[in-house]
T-cell receptor
Framework: GAVVSQHPSRVICKSGTSVKIECRSL??????MFWYRQFPKQSLMLMAT?????????EQGVEKDKFLINHASLTLSTLTVTSAHPEDSSFYIC???????????????FGPGTRLTVL | SQKIEQNSEALNIQEGKTATLTCNYT??????LQWYRQDPGRGPVFLLL?????KEKRKERLKVTFDTTLKQSLFHITASQPADSATYLC???????????FGGGTRLMVKP
């Protein structure tokens, strides 16, 4: 149980185009989904937190107009990288917090990640 | 600002030995600490969680200790196997509504 999928797993796009990444919780409902970015040999950096039906909360330094997040249902969140540039090339990972999860800690299940390469 | 440090150098050990990875933190008082495994090109997989009032946690060949005085967690893999080769991340949190903060990870290589 507690499986999170991401689609696509890899995407290559031209500079200036937009790319949408989907994150789905397959066998549970998620009140909250998180989007992380990971550069090579570095740790996961939280970009934003999204709650179903409300606006995402972005971390400092993350442009909300560039990284559009939509959390339309309890099982789906999307991240759209708008007008992508080569510096946006990275590994994007989502995670989901189950509805009714432990109230004492931030339980998250991670997706397999999406490798974005902007040419 | 809060800082989480893991040894950025790879840890190379022989199969059968015990691997010990370290996670140190400063300017932070976590309520719990988690360890994850990450394989190349994959998302992290949860391994163990230890709360601030727990000294030690075990799960099969894994053991985690948490010393809030030293601000350190140790992650042990006993009887290591080549399949244990991966990057191991520690993550700290304060509560259900707070973000997780990840360390940079340590790559473990277990040689047959």
């Amino acid at each position: 149980g507690a499986v999170v999928s991401q689609h696509p797993s890899r995407v290559i796009c031209k500079s200036g185009t937009s790319v949408k990444i989907e994150c789905r919780s397959l066998d549970f409902q998620a009140t909250t989904m998180f989007w992380y970015r990971q550069f090579p040999k570095q740790s996961l950096m939280l970009m934003a937190t999204s709650n179903e039906g409300s606006k995402a909360t972005y971390e400092q330094g993350v442009e909300k107009d560039k990284f559009l997040i939509n959390h339309a249902s309890l099982t789906l969140s999307t991240l759209t990288v708008t007008s992508a540039h080569p510096e946006d090339s990275s590994f994007y990972i989502c995670s989901a917090r189950p509805l009714g999860g432990d109230s004492h800690y931030n339980e998250q299940f991670f997706g397999p990640g999406t490798r974005l390469t902007v040419l | 600002s809060q800082k989480i440090e893991q040894n950025s150098e790879a840890l190379n050990i022989q199969e059968g030995k015990t691997a010990t990875l370290t996670c140190n933190y400063t300017n932070y008082s976590p309520a719990y600490l988690q360890w994850y495994r990450q394989d190349p090109g994959r998302g992290p997989v949860f391994l163990l969680l230890i709360r601030e009032n727990e000294k030690e946690k075990r799960k099969e060949r894994l053991k985690v200790t948490f010393d809030t005085t030293l601000k350190q967690s140790l992650f042990h893999i006993t009887a290591s196997q080549p399949a244990d080769s991966a990057t191991y991340l520690c993550a700290l949190g304060k509560g259900a509504g707070n973000m997780l903060t990840f360390g940079g990870g340590t790559r473990l290589m277990v040689k047959p």
